[in-house]
T-cell receptor
Framework: EAQVTQNPRYLITVTGKKLTVTCSQNMNHEYMSWYRQDPGLGLRQIYYSMNVEVTDKGDVPEGYKVSRKEKRNFPLILESPSPNQTSLYFC??????????FGEGSRLTVL | KQEVTQIPAALSVPEGENLVLNCSFTDSAIYNLQWFRQDPGKGLTSLLLIQSSQREQTSGRLNASLDKSSGRSTLYIAASQPGDSATYLCAVRVFGNEKLTFGTGTRLTIIP
């Protein structure tokens, strides 16, 4: 089954404790991206990757890092999480036609 | 900077009715526009993708239209069903830019 898989789905952590949210897709898509969703603000793009070793900033990249060492994986790294990074995070990959496929989301709470 | 607006934020209609959801954008130089649905606690599911050169796309009971000159897209849902209850979002990509700008969505409730 074609899918985008994120882990963990739920995470509660404390300020400053580094964490990584993994994202994997099995559709051989070149493009992958990360979004955060906050009430009243909608989805905002954090980072995207056009292909392996190619990443670029979205609208809200501050406090996040990404890497794309292989096509199927695109982890999101929070080196020193802060409470304002409490949010619902989505990973997505994209067909060459432009259609986006989203993961189920990762709900992060930073205390 | 592209801004995407979806009004109303919430909509309730009786089962069986046809309905229209709206999406407005400020920059008409769009590359494509995509409609999604989001169920509570779930990710987004792609419904329809309209390329810049297209005026509409259809999938089953759904029809999406695009009018770049007026900065509007509509999603038409025919013969609504309770299973259509969800939040519907539109997202716009402009030429020369990989970034997607999302609207904040319309929460649709179909009343049985």
């Amino acid at each position: 089954e074609a899918q985008v898989t994120q882990n963990p789905r739920y995470l509660i952590t404390v300020t400053g404790k580094k964490l990584t949210v993994t994202c994997s897709q099995n559709m051989n898509h070149e493009y992958m991206s990360w979004y955060r969703q906050d009430p009243g603000l909608g989805l905002r793009q954090i980072y995207y990757s056009m292909n392996v070793e190619v990443t670029d900033k979205g609208d809200v990249p501050e406090g996040y890092k990404v890497s794309r060492k292989e096509k199927r994986n695109f982890p999101l790294i929070l080196e020193s999480p802060s409470p304002n990074q409490t949010s619902l995070y989505f990973c997505a990959s994209k067909r060459t036609t432009g259609e986006l496929f989203f993961g189920e989301g990762s709900r992060l709470t930073v205390l | 900077k592209q801004e995407v607006t979806q009004i109303p934020a919430a909509l309730s209609v009786p089962e069986g009715e046809n309905l229209v959801l709206n999406c407005s954008f400020t920059d008409s130089a769009i590359y494509n526009l995509q409609w999604f649905r989001q169920d509570p606690g779930k990710g987004l599911t792609s419904l329809l993708l309209i390329q810049s050169s297209q005026r509409e796309q259809t999938s089953g009971r759904l029809n999406a239209s695009l009018d770049k000159s007026s900065g509007r897209s509509t999603l038409y849902i025919a013969a609504s069903q309770p299973g259509d209850s969800a939040t519907y979002l539109c997202a716009v990509r402009v030429f020369g830019n990989e970034k997607l700008t999302f609207g904040t969505g319309t929460r649709l409730t179909i009343i049985p």
